[in-house]
């Protein structure tokens, strides 16, 4: 294994536990396809001599290979919440979805104590677009119950992974809501592009580019979108990493080195084996060192997207908007054991410039208190009022500026914005799990194309309204699928049903630019009412 400080190793995944996107496999190692000794030195001789005597004297007939992959999993729940081992039939699969683009639900889970975690759903997938969200527990797909001691990888592959356009009805535990959910969600492929938009915004100076997750070409099309701004007549910009779960640490530190001067350090890690330390130095001129930036995100930003949000304000490069990210700064090696299949062993601590560590605190063998946060986070109001976030008086770190940020887990940003959910209704929610945006949309911009294409975009974007009479047909499609109406419900999400059924007209209109994979029409009109954009604008 060569652990150099040369910043051009190979692509690099940061790998969040065993969280496998069905849609990706999103998270941290920077250690590539490489993998580490499976020598140990610790005498397991205890371990396989039970093994052995219940292989030739049990009364029964059991398979042993099953017993020791529960009793490694069950071993591995002693540790911390990423540490996992993947069983040699799930691992050729979940290796290959670093890469490839392929059908699924689009979401990355965790599976901790026995219940199925969503971390997030991808930007522009099937999940994203029936309004599941970060902290939900899937319960059930379909009749599989997804729950309990028989819950594993390879169970959730088989109920949520399936053919294009097939239908998988999931049953969910969300925060806030005293009963089920429930969300028919159609398989897709899931995208291979990791830029969602990049364009001008109406004041012609702010350059905006969302990225949803840091893939194999996210930097090469973070570049390339930089340099168009740059020519359209950018002068700041500001960068949305909301809900973006990770992926390849390179790309992350790529861009950061765009971003800032010098040759200072944008990311290392320290472990238990010095062999595991790294650093990863800025080492180029960028491509926009000089022009204000913003930085959007929430608590589902993670891993890759911790790292350039925390350097950026390290530095005191971007003003970072919006509310406190995920936390997840641990790093794991995979190694390949003997049968083929994986252990991802955490091996290192992620550190940003100021000396934070990204990681939030753990506690050994309790990975679903682990997973919980966020509910604790909801429950402690921390999404919704900037003074019950706790600092940790005891970890305060200085930026190159001489600010006071503190450590204690996740980004912290400068600038607080609460998460609305006054517009999230019961009626809302059955409007998004009946796919009612998605039917309703489809068919009213097949019915009117030719009227709003000789429109024009921009047109569109600021005078076209969506009347009394559009709402009733959307009202008439939820009817016909059994959704009872809600006068009251109506009439509190009704700016957002405006503002999102706009937008996914606009998108169906103006198709996504397939060479660019950009849908940035979608986002210029659902941005206009953005709280988060807002913010982000003004502190500029």
């Known amino acids: 294994m060569n652990q150099n400080n040369d910043k051009k190793t190979a692509s690099i995944p940061l790998i969040i536990s065993v969280s496998v996107a069905i849609g990706i496999f999103l998270g941290a190692t920077i250690f590539g396809k490489k993998s580490l000794s499976t020598h140990s030195g610790i005498n397991g001789s205890i371990f396989n001599e039970v093994l052995m005597n219940i292989k030739n004297s049990y009364v029964d007939e059991v398979n042993v290979d099953s017993l020791s992959e529960y009793g490694i999993s069950k071993m591995l729940e002693k540790l911390d919440p990423h540490t996992a081992f993947i069983p040699a039939k799930d691992a050729e699969l979940v290796s290959s979805e670093l890469h490839d683009g392929f059908d699924g639900i689009g979401v990355e889970f965790n599976i901790f104590n026995d219940s199925l975690y969503v971390v997030t759903a991808l930007s522009g997938g099937p999940s994203e677009a029936v309004g599941i969200k970060t902290g939900d527990i899937i319960l059930q797909a379909d009749t599989v119950n997804l729950t309990g001691k028989k819950l594993n990888n390879n169970l959730v592959f088989k109920s949520l992974r399936g053919p294009r356009n097939s239908i998988v009805k999931l049953k969910i535990k969300r925060k806030g809501f005293g009963k089920p959910l429930f969300f028919n969600v159609k398989r897709d492929k899931i995208p291979t592009f990791?830029?969602?938009?990049?364009?001008?915004?109406?004041?012609?100076?702010?350059?905006?580019?969302?990225?949803?997750?840091?893939?194999?070409?996210?930097?090469?099309?973070?570049?390339?979108?930089?340099?168009?701004?740059?020519?359209?007549?950018?002068?700041?910009?500001?960068?949305?990493?909301?809900?973006?779960?990770?992926?390849?640490?390179?790309?992350?530190?790529?861009?950061?080195?765009?971003?800032?001067?010098?040759?200072?350090?944008?990311?290392?890690?320290?472990?238990?084996?010095?062999?595991?330390?790294?650093e990863v130095k800025a080492e180029k001129e960028g491509i926009f060192e000089k022009g204000k930036i913003v930085v959007l995100v929430d608590e589902g930003s993670a891993s890759a997207s911790e790292i350039v949000s925390g350097s950026l304000q390290d530095y005191d490069r971007a003003t970072i908007v919006g509310r406190r990210t995920f936390g997840k700064g641990l790093v794991q090696a995979p190694i390949k054991l003997s049968d083929g299949s994986e252990l991802r062993l955490t091996i290192s601590r992620y550190y940003i410039p100021s000396g934070r560590s990204i990681q939030k605190p753990y506690t050994l063998g309790h990975g679903e208190e682990y997973m919980e946060d966020m509910h604790k986070r909801f429950s402690q109001k921390e999404l919704f009022i900037k003074d019950s976030i706790k600092y940790n008086q005891k970890?305060?770190?200085?930026?190159?500026?001489?600010?006071?940020?503190?450590?204690?887990?996740?980004?912290?940003?400068?600038?607080?914005?609460?998460?609305?959910?006054?517009?999230?209704?019961?009626?809302?929610?059955?409007?998004?799990?009946?796919?009612?945006?998605?039917?309703?949309?489809?068919?009213?911009?097949?019915?009117?194309?030719?009227?709003?294409?000789?429109?024009?975009?921009?047109?569109?974007?600021?005078?076209y309204n969506l009347d009394e009479k559009v709402l009733a047909g959307l009202k008439l499609t939820a009817q016909q699928k059994g959704i009872k109406f809600s006068e009251k419900d109506f009439a509190l999400s009704k700016d957002y049903i405006k503002l999102y059924t706009k937008a996914l007209i606009a998108r169906n209109i103006w198709k996504r630019n397939e060479k660019e994979g950009l849908t940035n029409e979608f986002y210029q009109v659902f941005n206009q009412d953005d709280p988060m954009i807002r913010k982000g604008l003004a502190s500029f």
């Open 194 to 278: 990791s830029i969602d938009a990049a364009y001008l915004m109406a004041d012609k100076k702010t350059g905006y580019i969302k990225i949803n997750r840091f893939a194999e070409t996210t930097y090469d099309e973070f570049v390339a979108h930089l340099k168009n701004l740059k020519s359209a007549g950018m002068q700041q910009l500001m960068i949305d990493l909301r809900d973006n779960p990770g992926g390849y640490m390179d790309k992350a530190t790529d861009i950061v080195d765009e971003l800032v001067g010098g040759n200072g350090v944008i990311v290392y890690t320290k472990g238990k084996d010095k062999a595991n330390n790294y």
């Open 395 to 463: 970890l305060k770190f200085k930026t190159k500026g001489g600010r006071t940020v503190y450590g204690g887990g996740g980004i912290t940003p400068d600038i607080f914005v609460p998460q609305d959910t006054s517009y999230y209704t019961p009626y809302l929610v059955e409007l998004f799990a009946q796919n009612i945006f998605r039917e309703f949309t489809m068919k009213y911009a097949l019915e009117h194309q030719n009227e709003l294409k000789a429109m024009g975009f921009q047109k569109y974007l600021s005078s």
